[in-house]
């Protein structure tokens, strides 16, 4: 079935540093949804993109459907961006609204 | 105030015993209503899909099913709690493109 590989599965950054979390499709998706965890466990929207890049912030994604990827790229990191994010693609199939989830990044910032 | 509530907050079960888990949604008119299942350590995975009133879908096979008695409301209920059933679940809602998530139930099976 539809599979998102999501990568790396943990990053650790100094403060004011940035980088990127990935995640690849198996085929391809209609749309992908990016969220952090919050502390009960629940996710909080970061980004929904069906084409192209969004910025919000210190946060950047894109979603390129053709080469089947999206990535999530973090600058200037703070402390407070520490926990787990998510991406997840939705299908293109019959099923209206079916996110598939990737495995999640546990992000860490150190000062 | 919060579009989305789910009750309980949490549970703790035995096997064999009846759940029935639910999901409000305020302020939103006929929004598709989704639920998601989280075993631990595993990946999140939708359960089930609703359009409308009275209309449930299923997309995974676990022994649970769904019911949408009213626009706002999303029931996730068995009739026989299995071991396998613990994890966290959650309720979420769109109105066609972004999807937003509830608080979660944790469940807990003994």
């Known amino acids: 079935g539809d599979q998102v590989e999501q990568s790396p599965s943990a990053l650790s950054l100094h403060e004011g540093t940035g980088s990127a979390l990935r995640c690849n499709f198996t085929?391809?998706?209609?749309?992908v949804q990016w969220f952090r965890k919050n502390s009960r466990g629940s996710l909080i929207n970061l980004f929904y993109?069906?084409?192209g890049t969004k910025e919000n912030g210190r946060l950047k994604s894109a979603f390129d459907s053709k080469e089947r990827y999206s990535t999530l790229h973090i600058r200037d990191a703070q402390l407070e961006d520490s926990g787990t994010y998510f991406c997840a693609a939705e299908g293109g199939d019959y099923n209206q609204g079916k996110l598939i989830f990737g495995q999640g990044t546990k992000l860490s910032i150190k000062p | 105030a919060q579009t989305i509530h789910q009750w309980p907050v949490a549970e703790i079960k035995a096997v064999g015993s009846p759940l029935s888990l639910g999901c409000t949604i305020k302020?939103?008119?006929?929004?598709?209503l989704y639920w998601y299942w989280q075993a631990t350590g595993g990946t999140l995975q939708q359960l089930f899909y609703?359009?409308?009133?009275?209309?449930v879908e299923s997309v995974v096979q676990l022994n649970l099913s769904a019911s949408r008695p009213k626009d706002d409301q999303f029931i996730l209920s068995t009739e026989k709690l299995l071991l396998s059933h613990s994890g966290f679940y959650l309720c979420a809602w769109s109105l066609g493109d972004t999807q937003y998530f509830g608080p979660g139930t944790r469940l807990l099976v003994l």
């Open positions: 085929t391809t998706m209609r749309a």
């Open positions: 609703s359009i409308t009133v009275g209309q």
């Open positions: 993109l069906a084409s």
């Open positions: 302020g939103k008119s006929s929004p598709n």
